[in-house]
T-cell receptor
Framework: DQQVKQNSPSLSVQEGRISILNCDYTNSMFDYFLWYKKYPAEGPTFLISISSIKDKNEDGRFTVFLNKSAKHLSLHIVPSQPGDSAVYFCAASGMGGGADGLTFGKGTHLIIQP | KAGVTQTPRYLIKTRGQQVTLSCSPI?????VSWYQQTPGQGLQFLFEYFSETQRNKGNFPGRFSGRQFSNSRSEMNVSTLELGDSALYLC??????????????FGAGSRLTVL
């Protein structure tokens, strides 16, 4: 039973346009959400996070939106650049004491077309 | 500041063998977590160690085990290897181990192929 779902295995976007990556979750105990980016032959690297007390967090070209009622979050990248081509993982956790381990989605492969 | 180091990067084993993977966390990080990445399942949480104690465990069989040493370095072991164990095994470290409050820094992974 997938608790974090990324329903688009891949997404192709033209350079300079907006990339929107989506993520849905089912576990209402999740209250902290992260996006990781992964290049081939490298480990995932942290991109941006958001806690459930917020509905938006921005960091440069990257913005994450959280809709708790819909259990949905999205990552916006504006403008998209060729170096953004990578696999993006959405992850979620609860903030109870101790690490519950992050629950990851299966990833979305973003391809930025020149 | 050195990142998370995993060894070996690549290895090939046959069914029934066992394997040990090693992870050196970022200096000062006391929590080490392990994840398995496969094409079909994405990243799945194996276990997390903090101060030499396993604090949390994912839904994996007992063939998967790990430990953490006093210097925070960690090893994971898989016994009686099966073809389905072929995967990228990722280690991640963080300061205090609360996934929400502390971002995980991942190593490049150990790619295990079981023949």
């Amino acid at each position: 039973d997938q608790q974090v779902k990324q329903n688009s295995p891949s997404l192709s976007v033209q350079e300079g346009r907006i990339s929107i990556l989506n993520c849905d979750y089912t576990n209402s105990m999740f209250d902290y959400f992260l996006w990781y980016k992964k290049y081939p032959a490298e480990g995932p690297t942290f991109l941006i996070s958001i806690s459930s007390i917020k509905d938006k967090n921005e960091d440069g070209r990257f913005t994450v939106f959280l809709n708790k009622s819909a259990k949905h979050l999205s990552l916006h990248i504006v403008p998209s650049q060729p170096g953004d081509s990578a696999v993006y993982f959405c992850a979620a956790s609860g903030m109870g004491g101790g690490a519950d381990g992050l629950t990851f989605g299966k990833g979305t492969h973003l391809i930025i077309q020149p | 500041k050195a990142g998370v180091t995993q060894t070996p990067r690549y290895l090939i084993k046959t069914r029934g063998q066992q394997v040990t993977l090693s992870c050196s966390p970022i200096s000062g990080h006391r929590s080490v977590s392990w994840y398995q990445q496969t094409p079909g399942q994405g990243l799945q949480f194996l276990f997390e160690y903090f101060s030499e104690t396993q604090r949390n465990k994912g839904n994996f069989p007992g063939r998967f085990s790990g430990r953490q040493f006093s210097n925070s370095r960690s090893e994971m072991n898989v016994s009686t290897l099966e073809l389905g164990d072929s995967a990228l095994y990722l280690c991640a470290s963080s300061l205090a181990g609360q996934a929400g409050a502390n971002v995980l820094t991942f190593g490049a992974g150990s790619r295990l192929t079981v023949l």
